[in-house]
């Protein structure tokens, strides 16, 4: 397909991924709480992050806006990141949200400790209830980003996760219209789902006023999801419906807080240790004209650990273990060492690609 990019704003992401040297901050797919957005994309613009990925809520958006700014108000940032959304197609495991049955709940605390976003708290019923605590479990839906993590934590089963329904096409022209310059499909198990919906996608973007022409354009790949000759069409199927320079997002365990690790197996060209870099070994062989980016587990050694097993990637997303290195620092950021140090700590990420070395 012939299409062409936002070039005037998407250009030094591109650069980095021809240079494989690419960083995206992953700020989640179902995370929407706006303060910790904001100070996500303040923290990660300063680290010079080449892309930052983002649900596809209008509010959102608008917080990873006023982080960039304000990035920009300490220092002018050359170039900012691009802002991505992703798009939930069919059932995948990065759009869902936990719930919790106050019923059930006997506020032992455990999903409090354990919850990487301090999604939970106990607070005092506003109404007591004769014979009942007089607490009560509170959650924030904004702060949970899917993880799961907290399933296994609850001993009375009080907790579940709930899937997120797919958006749809036209929430493409809104994210558009918003500045949005890049945009990711998930598409979970149904690779099929993307062949149905190209038209409308080319028809939406090609539309929108606001864009040049078509976003920069990545799709997740999941390892987790599909079999090794699934991962195949997957990405033969991508590449067949947007063309050469698309990114194929090689993901591994999912919001699992960078879990990645050096193995024996890895040396020897067996990544089970992490799948994402399996996934784009199997991709690699295919020699399509694409850049391979790893998410998914990832860590600040996954990038060298890809180069160590002769897999040639374009850059790395890390999500969940950037915002567990983070979160100490977040509510404090007016502070100026507490600043410095956050920064410090998200260019050590950036870096671990190369990021910052333009070449
Ligand atoms: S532990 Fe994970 S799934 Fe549970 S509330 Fe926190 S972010 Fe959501
Ligand atoms: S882990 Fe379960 S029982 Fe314990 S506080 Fe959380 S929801 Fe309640």
Known sequence: MNRTLCI???????????????????????????????????????????????????????????????ANSQKPIANSPVLMASIQLDKDPHFRKAAVDCKLCDLCSACIKIC???????????????????????????????????LSYCHVSALEMTDTKPAPVET?????????KAIEFHFGKNIQKLEEIWDDVVRVCHGTEACCGMPLLSFSIGSDLLSDEQIKNAANLCYKLAGKGIILQCDGTPMSGGIDKKSKNSQNGNNKDNPGLQVAKIIEEEK???????????NESSFAMA???????????????ARKLLMPYLNDLEDKETLHHAVNIARSLVNSTGGNNER
Do not use: W
């Open 8 to 70: 005037e704003k998407t250009n030094h992401a591109i650069n980095a991924l021809e240079q494989k040297r690419f960083f995206k901050l992953v700020c989640g797919a179902s995370l929407t709480d706006v303060q910790m957005i904001e100070n996500l994309c303040f923290v990660f613009t300063l680290a010079g992050a080449h892309v930052i990925d983002l649900a596809p809520k209008t509010d959102v958006i608008f917080a990873a806006r006023r982080g960039i700014q304000k």
């Open 116 to 150: 990487p976003t301090g999604a939970f708290k106990i607070a005092a019923f506003s109404e007591p209830r004769q014979g009942r605590e007089d607490k009560k479990i509170i959650y924030s839906a904004e702060r949970c980003f899917g993880c799961g993590i907290c």
């Open 172 to 180: 493409l022209k809104e994210m558009i219209l918003l500045g949005v």
């Open 288 to 298: 399509l004209p694409v850049y391979l980016q790893i998410s998914g587990g990832t």
């Open 307 to 321: 180069n160590e097993a002769g897999i040639n990637i374009h850059g790395v997303a890390i999500g969940s273990y």
